[in-house]
């Protein structure tokens, strides 16, 4: 059974900055692709970035590229988003994810519970 624990979440003034935790159990990070989507309220799913299980390969949205980075520690069997400049729009619940990628885009078939980032002054 996939699973996942996320953390870091929480409240953050804009221009703040976050660092997202994602550590799962059932499955190894180089088995799957593995990144982050969000949900805002009233809004549609949104991917935000995933890197590909083999060779590393990392992608971003355009609405977050230049502001989050995405990495992984195989051997702790986790994922971190890092988030900088962080606005009012980037409120939403953030969740961790698992899946493969094609065409660099990333889908998902296991999500975690997700943890929620507010950001407001």
């Known amino acids: 059974q996939l699973q996942f624990v996320e953390s870091g979440g929480g409240l953050v003034q804009p221009g703040g900055s976050l660092r997202l935790s994602c550590t799962v159990s059932?499955?190894?990070?180089?088995?799957?692709?593995i990144g982050w989507f969000r949900q805002g309220p009233g809004k549609d799913r949104e991917a935000i970035s995933c890197?590909?299980?083999?060779?590393?390969?990392?992608y971003y949205s355009d609405s977050m590229r230049g502001r989050v980075t995405l990495s992984k520690d195989n051997a702790e069997n986790t994922v971190y988003l890092q988030m900088n400049n962080l606005k009012p729009e980037d409120t939403a619940v953030y969740y961790c994810a698992a899946g493969w990628t094609a065409e660099a885009i990333c889908y998902y078939d296991y999500w975690g519970q997700g943890t929620q980032v507010t950001v407001s002054s």
């Open positions: 059932g499955f190894t990070l180089d088995q799957h692709a």
């Open positions: 890197i590909e299980p083999s060779n590393g390969h990392t």
